[in-house]
């Protein structure tokens, strides 16, 4: 069936800091990816997705390219604050499947130190 | 308002009560859905309901009891529940169709206790 796998965290940085938060999944066919974010206390929210291979997906200087190749989605940041403090989900649709049977990866808890 | 709106956002309950957690959305959407979130596990899909018919239920224990009486709100109802209950529940809706991704959005969550 289809899978999601996230780094483990949590993953602690200094504000500044470069961000990577990797992420692979299995899937039949060709699925959407997408990043979510969830800050304390709140629901989970879209951060960016990705469509089709090679796509590159961009949010508040997030980014994340669909690798088919290595089956791979992986979050950077290339200088993190401390508001970017929350968990991190990786999710898949696979292709053709049936309403809201998104596959969520663990979730990676990410802190960030002023 | 917000997109998708969860009432109430605290509940404590004991094991014999009967309580419900409410959702509406604001968006149009086609399709709700309510999810588990437990700590240290991925989010589980409980139940989905597309344009208010129920379309998939994934085993998901009979004290939980779901209720779509229009495309907009979205019930769950609690009755006998054990503290192994105890979670945030998550409301999410979403437009499914041949040219949507389906991405979902999400309320901000119903924080339940179970004594």
């Known amino acids: 069936g289809d899978s999601v796998t996230q780094m483990e965290g949590p993953v602690t940085l200094s504000e500044e800091a470069f961000l990577t938060i990797n992420c692979t999944y299995t899937?039949?066919?060709?699925?959407?990816l997408f990043w979510y974010v969830q800050y304390p206390g709140e629901g989970l929210q879209l951060l960016l997705k990705?469509?089709?291979?090679?796509d590159k997906g961009s949010n508040k200087g997030f980014e994340a390219t669909y690798r088919k190749e290595t089956t791979s989605f992986h979050l950077e940041k290339g200088s993190v604050q401390v508001s970017d403090s929350a968990v991190y989900f990786c999710a898949l649709k696979a292709g053709g499947t049936s309403y809201g049977k998104l596959t969520f990866g663990q979730g990676t808890i990410l802190t960030v130190h002023p | 308002e917000t997109g998708v709106t969860q009432t109430p956002r605290h509940l404590v309950m004991g094991m014999t009560n009967k309580k419900s957690l409410k959702c509406e959305q604001h968006l149009g959407h086609n399709a709700m859905y309510w999810y588990k979130q437990s700590a240290k596990k991925p989010l589980e899909l409980m139940f989905v309901?597309?344009?208010?018919?129920?379309?998939e239920n994934n085993s998901v224990p009979s004290r939980f009891s779901p209720e779509c009486p229009n495309s907009s709100h979205l019930f769950l109802h609690l009755h006998t529940l054990q503290p192994e209950d105890s979670a945030l529940y998550l409301c999410?809706?979403?437009?499914?169709?041949?040219?949507?991704?389906?991405?979902?959005?999400f309320g901000e969550g119903s924080r339940l206790t179970v004594l």
């Open positions: 899937a039949t066919g060709y699925p959407s």
């Open positions: 990705a469509t089709k291979a090679d």
């Open positions: 309901y597309n344009f208010k018919e129920q379309t």
């Open positions: 999410a809706s979403s437009q499914e169709g041949s040219l949507n991704t389906g991405e979902l959005f």
